[in-house]
C-alpha cells in the first residue's frame, strides 16, 4: 500500500514502514534507547531525505520512548531524580542542536555531516563497547572477579563540586559531568535525529556505574521529553517533520517498545551490553557501506536549498 508523503515528496510503501518502526520501538523498549539510530538510516536507506528522516524521525522516538518508560515506570526503574538532571542539561542541548541543524540545512552541508556523523558514532561506541562486553564474559565464564574485595576507586570528576546523591542508582557525584554528557548527547541527537541513548545508556553503565536496572528506564524518561521538545522545533523553524510519515512511525513504534520492555526483564547485564554492541555495530557498517561503495548511479537531478 503505496501512500505519498507530503513533506517528503514521495511515495512510500505504509505496511513497510510500519513493520520496520515496530521493530525499531521493540528494540527500543529492549535497550532503553530512542532508536533513531537505526529509523533514521532505515529511512535515508528507503529513500526520504535526510533532513525529513532526522526531524520526522524525532516523533517515532518521542512515542516509543513514552510507551517504554511507562513500562520500566511501572516495575519502578526509573531514577526520577537522574532524570530530570539529565532532562535540564538535554533540552539545553536540543534547543542548540536544532539551530545548529537550521545552519548546516541552509548551507547545504547538513546531509554530509549526518552520514559522516553516524559511521563515526557507530563505529567507534560500538567497537568500544563490543570489545568491553566480550571481555567481561570471557573473564566471567573463567570465574575471575571483576571487581575486587577492596573499596573500588570512584573516577576523578564524581569529587566536581555541586554533588547529589541519587539513592535508586546507589550513585553520589558531582550533577557537572552528568549535565555536560546529557548536554552533548541533546544536541548530538537534534541534529541526527536520535534520541541519544545508545550513547547515554552506555556512558552511564561505563563512567557512571548505574545499575543496567535501573539505566534504561532512566534513559527512556529523558529521551521522551528531549525529543519531543526537538519535533516541536523541527516542525517550528525548519518545517521538516512529515505528519503522515510521522503517524506511521508512531504506530508502529508504540506498539513494538511495549513488547521490548517486557522482553528486557529476561536479559542478563552482561548479554544485555553484548547485544547492544552489535547491534550499534552493524548499523554502523552497513552506513559505511554508503560512502565506500561506489553508487550505481553516480549523477542525479535534484534541488537544493541556497541562502535567502
Known sequence: MDLYLPIAEMPINALTVLAVSAAVGFISGLFGIGGGFMMTPLLIFMGVPPAIAVATGSAQIAASSTTGTIAYWRRQAVDVRLGL????????????????????????????????????????????????????????????????????????????????????SHLYTSVLPLMVLAMIIGIIGAVLGIGGGFLMVPALIYLFRVPTSVVVGTSLFQILFTMLAATILHAANNQA???????????????????????????????FRLLLASLILAIGLRFSLDILVAPAEPYSLGTQEGRR
Open 241 to 271: 517533520v512529515d505528519i503522515l510519515l510521522a503517524l506511521i512511525l508512531i504506530l508502529g513504534g508504540v506498539f513494538g517498545a511495549q513488547f521490548g520492555a517486557r522482553a528486557a526483564r529476561n536479559v542478563r547485564g552482561e548479554w
Open 85 to 168: 538532571i539529565l532532562l535540564s542539561a538535554g533540552m539545553v542541548g536540543t534547543l542548540i542542536g536544532v539551530w545548529a541543524f537550521g545552519a548546516l540545512r541552509r548551507m547545504g552541508q547538513l546531509d554530509l555531516v549526518i552520514v559522516v556523523s553516524y559511521v563515526t558514532l557507530l563505529l567507534s561506541v560500538g567497537t568500544l563497547m563490543f570489545f568491553e562486553s566480550v571481555r567481561s564474559l570471557i573473564a566471567q565464564q573463567q570465574g575471575q572477579a571483576i571487581a575486587g574485595n577492596g573499596r573500588v576507586k570512584r573516577p576523578w570528576y564524581f569529587a566536581l563540586p555541586l554533588r547529589m546523591r541519587f539513592p535508586q
